[in-house]
């Protein structure tokens, strides 16, 4: 997927976010070094249907969206401004996860103590 161009101040829908977060994991696939056990979740909660719903599924999976968030279960299509941030910064922080190779020296769940 291209990344998109928004103009004006329309909102971003929901499909658009899930599109360009995927395309975002698949830049950084090659460097994950982690992959995480698979997040649970109730697929009927999902708010999506289309092409996007399967990228949606495997990015709740890898628990880089969060599967009772509002961009995978809430109410409306459009997200606000603090919607995308968090659902950015959620993905983001779960991809510094999966991208950082743990030690026992720097990966504080390994440190022991």
Excluded: W
């Excluded at 628990?63 to 299509?77: I, N, R, W």
Aim: glycine share 10%; aromatic share 6%; proline share 10%.
């Amino acid at each position: 997927a291209k990344p998109i161009k928004l103009s004006g101040s329309a909102p971003i829908t929901r499909a658009q976010t899930v599109v360009q977060l995927a395309r975002l994991y698949e830049i950084v696939k090659p460097h994950v070094k982690v992959t995480p056990r698979a997040v649970k979740y109730d697929p009927a909660v999902l708010k999506m249907s289309g092409p996007e719903k399967k990228q949606l599924e495997t990015l709740v999976r890898l628990g880089a969206v969060g599967s009772y968030g509002p961009l995978a279960a809430g109410p409306g299509d459009k997200l606000t401004v603090a919607q995308f941030g968090d659902a950015l910064g959620f993905f983001l922080a779960r991809i510094a996860q999966m991208t950082h190779t743990p030690s026992t020296k720097y990966s504080p769940p390994l440190m022991g103590g």
